[in-house]
């Protein structure tokens, strides 16, 4: 082995695109050789349990079963597999064998999952076990559960492991015998996520020995090996070196392109050699025995910005000011561009708050976590029932207080600084405002936090289990409109038994998921329970949630911790434990990641004053421009409005064109996909049977795929380029004739600025989330045009669903219509199927480019518009500024350049760090 392959594969693992394959050997290992942790052994212990269980059972058929089991030869172990499940299944012990066994498979050393663990990346597993689950704290997903499998191959995430061969707890989902295997290999979705993770990582197999030869992988493999031959990337299987000579040929055998590495003479060598591929970005990222949560800080180091507090109220007032003279400008002059300017801005300064509701039963520890979480005590505590009204804590320049009384009630009551929990208390709890018999709407404080300066409220509420049906109406209401939920759980029952997820819970998770919050699972009160309970407790609310499909890529967590000891490590300015952190850490890059962190919107909210700015300079120049110069401008202008027309005659043909050369390429594709029919037909054995005509489609499936990919793979490189090339044709055009205008490099400082800070789309647009729509969009992640259209283009997998293609074949061929009675026939059905499945593809995709066009249009016009609307009657009737006017003008800028300067800084740093770490937990 050359030391090449061993480089490549060190590469491929530092910069995260290697998927780790990990196959029995490592559950054999972990347990010590625990019998049910191998195929073979798993299965002899299943013919003992059939026998035991049927006295039906022919007397030889332990024999022919353990022959079958012990031949060494795939295909009789698969067929011994397959006695042994059809028993079980026959008397229901089906689940209950599979508890009995892989179920108390337990972990007694550690060093290789540890090893595993320790590079960070995917893992995907052929186990039923748990046993990488428990030790390294991911979740269990399976090849049946569809969107966490899009998301499992799209990487979003490191907190899950893929079982391809099913889970135990889920009985249905395991594959032991050649019926199983026909199932996933008829499951389209989990082949279709195989086959992406194939294209576009580097796969490392792990403990997979001869489970490479299973029916699933084998297919897969060969898959590879025909389409992407020629591929430039490898893929990887660790062995001991004596193994390895054997390994590779048959893998040269076969056209895989797997290169076998050596990882020394015997097991015992894996784990350190594991470690040693780990680069060293990674050190510290091994599982540590003593933690108890989700190793969540290995995979987030971003810096925060550092920001004084107080500093969001401060420049959300500067923004006031600075709009306020904007407005009275533009009213003064009756300036119309400048005039929608300042109302898009004043209207976007004023948006809500991204806010984050903390909610659970009462005396989950809410209000605790509250005060952990601003580092003060502001909520009232208590042993019994206690917060009886929604305390809002946000982002204040001084802080404050204010009691706000439901309407029609007494005029609100505001308390000046420093804000304690006992000044609160004779509103905000139920031991001197029962079941709020004050009327108390809400209490609103007011606090500089660097959380809460990005823009951000925390909510503390009531319980919403909380029996006084004016209080539970309320704290409804703050749940349905928050933007992000904390959820605290009470665990410390779980030891004896106490701990559920009950219906209130799960009807706040469900209406959570439906209109897509995203919700932060908090275990509390970890202190009450053992290690090992605690390890229980995560596994059981883990499967709670399952059970109830409560667990989407929205949901993070759980984080057990204790905030108890939060507050007291607070409380003797001790460090805050590791627990706590890592939930703070994961909320806070949750927040950063958000569109709606309101610094965010402030940088947009400046920089439309910078544009503004630079607008009333060129309106201004242009009025006092005389003789020649005017001719100049008049000139200028004229280009620009000929420029404006030109990008969107272009934007339109070019569109127009994508169209249809797509549409060619999809003929071109349905051409040959008929042929490959005929192909088929012809490739069937005279005089058998006609086979159904769902088996025929099913065979020629992959094709269709590998087809439909290829075209959204050729579109969507066009789409990105169309919209890039008008959207530096508006910037060239708008910054021409500004310059033209006589303005300064100030007009190119901000474009770049804002460049790199968003996307285009961004930058031309002021993000409305209005009042009802309450979906944040995540900009760090996400990053394209934001548009729905061009991620699912991005996305071909999406897009292929969206457009029913290699989906649908149960669908588009019913049980009544399956059968033909002549391969002429069959012929024709599948091209019927073939033609509807092209048809709505081509439909959708159609469709997708179309909508793009008319938006990408429908920006350019928006964003060129009013400025030249104005340009034209101000360059015939516009009169001269008066000195106060001048004077507005220019107090506007100073404030605009002094906010800019600050919110560059911090939105910048963090901004630059946060690219170098791309978070992989969202
Ligand atoms: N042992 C332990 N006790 C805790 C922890 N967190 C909170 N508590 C205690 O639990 C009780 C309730 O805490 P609160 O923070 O008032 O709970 P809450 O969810 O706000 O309760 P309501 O406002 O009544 O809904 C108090 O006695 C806390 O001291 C923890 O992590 N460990
Ligand atoms: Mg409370």
Not at 114 to 128: E, F, K, M, V
Not at 601 to 617: G, I, M, T, Y
Not at 716 to 739: D, M, N
Request: net charge negative; aromatic share 6%; proline share 4%.
């Amino acid at each position: 082995m050359t030391s090449v392959v061993l480089n490549d594969l060190q590469r491929q693992i530092a910069a995260r695109r290697a998927v780790l394959v990990v196959g029995s050997g490592v559950s054999v290992a972990a347990t010590n050789n625990a019998p049910a942790a191998s195929w073979m052994g798993l299965l002899r212990h299943g013919v003992d349990r059939c026998v035991e269980l049927d006295g039906q059972l022919a007397g030889d058929w332990r024999d022919r079963a353990l022959a079958d089991v012990s031949s060494g030869r795939l295909d009789d172990l698969v067929a011994g597999a397959s006695k042994v499940r059809r028993s079980l299944l026959r008397q229901s012990e089906w689940p209950r064998w599979l508890e009995d066994t892989i179920g108390t498979l337990r972990a007694t050393r550690f060093e290789l999952i540890d090893a595993i663990g320790s590079l960070n990346a995917p893992i995907l597993t052929t186990n039923y076990d748990d046993l990488l689950e428990r030790r390294l704290h991911r979740h269990p997903i399976t090849w049946m559960d569809k969107s966490d499998q899009i998301a499992f191959a799209r990487v979003e995430s490191c907190e899950t492991i893929l079982h391809l061969h099913g889970f135990w707890r889920q009985p249905d989902t395991v594959i032991l015998d050649g019926g199983d295997y026909e199932r996933i290999l008829g499951a389209q979705l989990a082949q279709a996520g195989l086959r992406t993770l194939g294209e576009a990582w580097s796969l490392v197999f792990i403990g997979c020995g001869d489970g490479l030869a299973d029916p699933n992988f084998e297919q897969f493999l060969d898959w590879m090996a025909v389409v992407l031959k020629g591929a430039r990337h490898r893929h990887f299987r660790l062995e001991r070196k004596a193994d390895v000579e054997r390994r590779q040929q048959w893998h040269n055998e076969r056209g895989h392109h797997v290169r076998v590495v050596p990882y020394g003479d015997s097991y015992d060598e894996l784990p350190a050699f594991i470690e040693s591929l780990r680069s060293p970005g990674l050190e510290g990222a091994k599982a540590d025995p003593n933690l108890t949560v989700p190793s969540l800080e290995d995979v987030l180091p971003l810096a925060r910005p550092s920001l004084s507090a107080g500093e969001y109220s401060r420049l959300q007032q500067k923004g006031r000011e600075a709009v306020a003279r904007l407005s009275a400008l533009a009213r003064q002059l009756g300036w119309e561009s400048i005039g929608v300017h300042s109302e898009e801005i004043s209207h976007v300064l004023e948006q809500e708050l991204y806010r984050v509701a903390i909610t659970g039963r009462s005396r989950a520890g809410k209000s605790s976590l509250v005060n952990a979480l601003v580092g003060r005590s502001i909520c009232p505590v208590e042993r019994v029932i206690t917060t009886a009204i929604p305390i809002i804590i946000g982002p204040g320049e001084k802080e404050s207080a204010t009691i706000k009384y439901q309407p029609n009630g007494r005029p609100p009551l505001i308390f000046d600084g420093p804000i304690s929990a006992d000044m609160l208390a004779p509103y905000a709890d139920q031991r001197h405002n029962r079941g709020n018999e004050k009327r108390v709407d809400c209490i609103e404080v007011r606090l500089g936090h660097q959380v809460l300066d990005l823009g951000v409220e925390y909510v503390d509420i009531p319980g919403f289990d909380d029996p006084s049906g004016r209080i539970w109406s309320a704290t409804q209401e703050t749940i349905g409109e928050a933007h992000a939920l904390v959820l605290v759980l009470d665990v410390s029952s779980y030891e004896s038994g106490g701990l559920t997820i009950d219906n209130a819970t799960r009807e706040v998770l469900e209406r959570a998921r439906d209109r897509e919050c995203p919700v932060l699972v908090v275990c509390n009160k970890a202190d009450k329970l053992s290690r090992a309970d605690q390890e229980e407790a995560k596994l059981y609310v883990l499967e709670s949630f399952d059970r109830f499909r409560l667990r989407t890529a929205l949901v993070h967590g759980p984080f057990f911790m204790s905030t108890r000891e939060v507050l007291e490590a607070r409380a003797r300015s001790g460090p805050v434990p590791r627990p706590f952190s890592t939930f703070e850490a994961a909320l806070w890059e949750r927040l950063w990641n958000t569109e709606a962190v309101g610094l965010r919107r402030l940088f947009r909210v400046f920089d439309a004053l910078r544009v503004a700015d630079e607008e009333v300079d060129a309106l201004i120049a242009a009025r006092r421009a005389k003789g020649r110069e005017r001719e100049r401008l008049l000139a200028a202008f004229a280009r620009c409005q000929q420029d404006k027309a030109r990008i969107l005659e272009t934007c339109r043909h070019n569109f127009h064109s994508l169209r249809q050369r797509t549409a060619a390429l999809i003929e071109v594709r349905r051409g040959e996909h008929f042929h490959a029919i005929a192909e088929y037909i012809e490739s069937l054995p005279a005089g058998s049977r006609v086979p159904l005509v769902s088996e025929s489609v099913q065979a020629l499936q992959e094709r269709l795929i590998v087809a439909c990919r290829s075209i959204i793979e050729n579109v969507t490189p066009s789409v990105t380029t169309l919209r890039e090339g008008a959207e530096k044709a508006v910037a060239r055009t708008l910054s021409e004739f500004r310059e033209e205008a006589g303005l300064s490099a100030q007009a190119r400082h901000a474009r770049a600025t804002l460049g790199a800070l968003g996307n285009w789309s961004e930058a031309v647009v002021l993000p409305d989330s209005g009042d009802g729509e309450r979906m944040l969009k995540v900009t760090a992640a996400g990053g394209g045009a934001g548009l729905a259209v061009f991620f699912a283009l991005a996305n071909p997998v999406g897009l292929l669903a969206a457009a029913g293609v290699g989906f649908g074949v149960s669908v588009l061929v019913d049980v009544l219509t399956d059968r033909a009675d002549s391969s002429a026939t069959l012929r024709a059905r599948i091209e019927e199927h073939a033609n509807a499945a092209f048809t709505s593809f081509k439909q959708s995709v159609d469709a997708g480019i179309e909508s793009f066009g008319r938006e990408l249009a429908k920006q350019v016009h928006q964003r060129m518009r009013p400025f030249l609307n104005d340009m034209e009657r101000r360059l015939e009737t516009m009169r001269e500024p008066t000195a106060d006017e001048q004077r507005w003008h220019a107090e506007m800028r100073e404030t605009t350049a002094d906010a800019l300067r600050v919110l560059e800084e911090v939105l910048g740093s963090s901004r630059a760090v946060s690219t170098l770490h791309p978070p992989t937990v969202v």
